[in-house]
């Protein structure tokens, strides 16, 4: 199965992805874990994209789109994936779906976790107190919602237009029953889930 977990910072799409991965049965693919992975090892790439990752903005597609190309090549990741913070741009989910196209597999299902702005916020205000992650400012916060919504939120457009099931799922509350719904809402799609 590959399937998208998508909503907008703070939504707690690191959280679950991890979770729902496990049941799933297949990789957790974190687009933001990989960045700042190349950030800690000082790589070009993480050089180039740590500027831009901490004022809030994306990190340019092509850099991107070679990274999860090298990541979904691997042999864990041929049968299915949990992808989480990618795409992020219409181009990137129309190489996405080239990519796939190339292996006769698609997109089969994307998660959408909703949470209001000011649940954001706090949360967001509270990670940076627990994980001091660069960007978990109010300002971040301020400038990655914009761009959420101006660059990532057609992404979900995108998907819904070429008939993609899409699972919008509630995502306030505690996280146990969160994970259930997302995974409910899968099932009723007929995803093979685990109960671990
Ligand atoms: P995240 O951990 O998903 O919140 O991502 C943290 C930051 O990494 C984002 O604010 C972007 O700067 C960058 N980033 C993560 N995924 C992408 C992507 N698919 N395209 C461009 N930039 C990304």
Do not use: C, W
Not at 104 to 117: Q, R
Not at 149 to 160: C, E, F, I, K, S
Request: charge should be negative.
């Amino acid at each position: 199965m590959i399937a998208l977990m998508f909503g907008p910072p703070g939504s707690g799409k690191g959280t679950q992805a991890s979770r729902v991965a496990v049941r799933l049965g297949v990789p957790h693919v974190a687009a933001g874990d990989m960045l700042r992975d190349e950030v800690a090892r000082d790589t070009a790439l993480g050089r180039e994209a740590k500027p831009i990752m901490d004022s809030g903005g994306l990190v340019p597609d092509d850099l991107v789109v070679r990274m999860i190309e090298g990541r979904l090549g691997q042999p864990d990741a041929i049968s299915g994936v949990l992808l989480d913070g990618f795409p992020r741009t219409v181009p990137q989910a129309v190489t996405l779906d080239a990519m796939l196209g190339r292996r006769d597999t698609n997109v089969d299902d994307v998660v959408s976790l909703e949470v209001p702005d000011d649940e954001l916020k706090a949360r967001i205000l509270k990670r940076a107190t627990t994980e001091g992650r660069s960007d978990d400012t109010a300002e971040g916060l301020a400038q990655r919602l914009m761009v959420y919504r101006q660059d990532t939120a057609p992404v979900l457009d995108h998907y819904r237009e070429a008939g993609t099931r899409i699972e919008a799922i509630n995502g306030v509350g505690d996280i146990d029953a969160i994970t259930e719904r997302i995974i409910e809402s899968l099932k009723h799609n007929g995803a093979a889930v685990g109960n671990s």
